[in-house]
Every structure is written in structure tokens, then in C-alpha cells.
């Protein structure tokens, strides 16, 4: 148990269709990220939290956002599902006092979203 | 920029075989390198990090990894191979002075008996 809890485990949903993923990280840690990983594109970095702040971008598509509230919980917002968007959603933690990226993170065990 | 090149999408070993991972990346400022390793339905969990200490670092389940400057790499080993390493494992590398963590694509590990 990595101390990153996750929710929902599995999301089904309809195509058009918005939904929520949310992420607890481990007590202490201050960075969030999440990722998408998917059969045919593997691990994807999506958005980076630190301390409510985004700090880096990378693939995220303009119809998935993510926010970082003050009690550091993170939620990633997918809108306008699309077939492709099926995928398991990670979210890790680290405590990043400083620098970024150096500190390991710690993942959480996904949210496996399936869109119909 | 930061990359990292994992050679072999797959690796089929027997069980008591010696485990070789390979993964070599490139970064324009001192790495830090991790290995990572992800069990079926399940997150990614750290095996081992690197962080300019020692060049050979001995991580959980008995793996260890060789940093190696010259030729750029930071290859996963394990002496004896266990049917419950079979799992996909993923080299990572960053480092200060902004730069996020970069994955490799990934190397799927089977061990047959």
C-alpha cells in the first residue's frame, strides 16, 4: 500500500459524457501527478500539482483538467469523453520540497475508466 | 531534454535465470534514474533509485542497477530469476533544475518455469 488512495477503481461511462477522478495523495506530500496509460501509448504524464500550484504540463488533452485544493487532495476533470479516452488513470504522489522531480513517487492503484 | 530508451518491449526468462533489463537515457544535467516495476492491475511501486551516490544501487526483491556515465545507461539486473517477477518495469529519469520525470515505454518481464 503506497498511502495514495484513488477513487472511483472503475468508471464506465457513454462517449460526450464528463466525469471526476479524484486522488488522496500520502500524508506529507505536497506534489500530485497524474498520468494516463493506455495499450498503445503506454505511460503519459499528464499535469503536475505542487502545493494547489500547477507546476508542469504534458499531454493533456484542452478537454481534461486538474486542480489541487488546499487540503491537497487532486481531482482530474475528463469532458467530452471520446472512445479513446479508455484508459487506467494514475495519480502519484512525492513530498518535493524543493526541486522538482527528484523525490519518488509514490503511485496510487488507478482508476480504470472505460468510456462506451 | 531528458530521455529514456528501454530496449525491449519484452523479455522472456527462465525461472533461475540471470535478469537483464536495459535502459539508457539522455539528460543535459546529472540524472536521477529509477526503476519502477508494476505488477497486473496494480500502480507502479519504486525497485530502486539513483541518486549520485554509489553507481550500483540495490534495490527491493533482490534487483540492483548499474549507473553508468560513459555509456549512458542504467541497466536492471537480478542473479535469479523468480516466476514472481514477472511484471512490467519502467526506467525513469529526471533531475533538478525544473525537469519532470520522464518513463520509458516500458519492458514487460515473463518468466516461464
Known amino acids: 500500500d503506497s498511502g495514495v488512495t484513488q477513487t472511483p477503481k472503475h468508471l464506465i461511462t457513454a462517449t460526450g459524457q464528463r466525469v471526476t477522478l479524484r486522488c488522496s495523495p500520502r500524508s506529507g506530500d505536497l506534489s500530485v501527478y497524474w498520468y494516463q496509460q493506455s495499450l498503445d501509448q503506454g505511460l503519459q504524464f499528464l499535469i503536475h500539482?505542487?502545493?494547489?500550484?500547477?507546476?508542469a504540463k504534458g499531454n493533456i488533452l484542452e478537454r481534461f483538467s486538474a486542480q489541487q485544493f488546499p487540503d491537497l487532495h487532486s481531482e482530474l476533470n475528463l469532458s467530452s469523453l471520446e472512445l479513446g479516452d479508455s484508459a487506467l488513470y494514475f495519480c502519484?504522489?512525492?513530498?518535493?520540497?524543493?526541486?522538482?522531480?527528484?523525490?519518488?513517487?509514490?503511485f496510487g492503484p488507478g482508476t480504470r475508466l472505460t468510456v462506451l | 531534454a531528458q530521455s529514456v530508451t528501454q530496449l525491449g518491449s519484452h523479455v522472456s526468462v527462465s525461472e533461475g535465470a540471470l535478469v537483464l533489463l536495459r535502459c539508457n537515457y539522455s539528460?543535459?544535467?546529472?540524472?536521477?534514474l529509477f526503476w519502477y516495476v508494476q505488477y497486473p492491475n496494480q500502480g507502479l511501486q519504486l525497485l530502486l533509485k539513483?541518486?549520485?551516490?554509489?553507481?550500483l544501487v540495490k534495490g527491493i526483491n533482490g534487483f540492483e542497477a548499474e549507473f553508468k556515465k560513459s555509456e549512458t545507461s542504467f541497466h536492471l539486473t537480478k542473479p535469479s530469476a523468480h516466476m514472481s517477477d514477472a511484471a512490467e518495469y519502467f526506467c525513469a529519469v529526471s533531475g533538478t533544475g525544473g525537469f519532470k520525470t520522464i518513463f520509458g515505454a516500458g519492458t514487460r518481464l515473463f518468466v516461464k518455469a
Open positions: 500539482y505542487y502545493n494547489g500550484e500547477e507546476r
Open positions: 539513483y541518486t549520485s551516490a554509489a553507481t
Open positions: 502519484a504522489s512525492s513530498v518535493e520540497l524543493g526541486g522538482p522531480s527528484t523525490d519518488t513517487q509514490y
Open positions: 539528460s543535459s544535467v546529472p540524472p536521477y
